[in-house]
């Protein structure tokens, strides 16, 4: 029933999607190498609520922390919309546009998690400037973030954005701008919004165990994969949730704990 003109189509969609989560890989490994590199020779860095006061001082610019950030979100999150952004190229493929519209598309979800990193700057320029021993509402502040984060796993927000996360054909013919760039990046920006109202709670648990620690990045990288991609994914993010509330409850009732979460790392 194919023919030939069916099995040519089959295998041009075939290498479209191989090339659109080549460049993904490529780019988040890239990413990470960046992030790993920034993580060993910034050593210096006030990275979390833990470690205030250990680690000064830090003159680190603004715009340098941007930078850091950006590798981070590339790193962390790329690999959770393959699926999100192979949607995108094959509704844009069928109506005979190239790479650039998917490509757009990408950078329009990257500037979101961009814009986002202003939060963690100011918190980081704020964590700076304390000195040791770390004041007493340290503990009492990254239970509640850790406890607020672990809820909100639950919450019919979170519900809301995940079920956008894991159905990429419809969220991008319910989100289509139209052709072109313009139509692209507004796709993407509509995109990068959604994602960061799915996995903003969880993101902030690095602002108490360390911005750039890599296994809780990697952790965190694994239940965004798993939660937006995976058939099991309602349960690992209730799971996540579940653990991350705990951590809270446990840093209220022992402070210590905070230390042994930030003291977790590559």
Known sequence: MGGPRASASRGIESRATTGVV???????????????????????MVSGLAEIGQRMPNDMAAPVFMAMWLAMMAAMMLPTVA????AHHMVVGARGEGWLPTAVFVAGYLAVWTAIGLVPLLAFLGFRSLMDPAPGWVAPVAGIVLVVAGVYQFTPWKGACLRACRTPLTFIMTHDFGSGSR???????????????????????????GLMNLVWMAGLALIFLLEKNWRHGVAVSRIAGTGVALLGVAVFVQPSVLGWLANVHA
């Open 22 to 44: 080549a460049v993904l890989v490529a780019l988040a490994a890239v990413a990470w190498a960046i992030t790993a590199r920034q993580a060993f020779d910034m050593g210096s």
């Open 83 to 86: 699926p999100m952004v192979l």
């Open 183 to 209: 139509g692209a990046v507004r796709a993407g920006a509509s995109h990068g919004a959604w994602c960061l109202g799915c996995c903003w709670a969880l993101m902030s648990v690095l602002v108490v165990v």
